[in-house]
């Protein structure tokens, strides 16, 4: 359990380092607007769900974090 919340704690770390780069990079004056918002989405989202899979392969949780991001997906496209 610990080595799971350690991934998810990774991650969250990972994500928010490279939030601010990734989009003031599409976003040049760094205005929070609604375009911030669909591009944090739209980039960030995948990438975290990468970076879960990765920092779970690298805490030997792979097949954990698999299976939650498959049914994550499943979830997201309303499959079953």
Do not use: H
């Amino acid at each position: 359990m610990l080595v799971i919340l350690l991934v998810f704690a990774c991650t969250g770390t990972t994500i928010l380092l490279l939030k601010k780069p990734v989009v003031a990079f599409f976003v040049p004056d760094g205005e929070k607007s609604t375009l911030f918002t669909i591009l944090y989405l739209i980039l960030i989202l995948p990438v975290y769900n990468l970076f879960l899979l990765v920092y779970g392969f690298i805490f030997g949780q792979f097949k954990f974090f698999w299976e939650y991001e498959k049914k994550f997906f499943r979830r997201i496209t309303g499959k079953k």
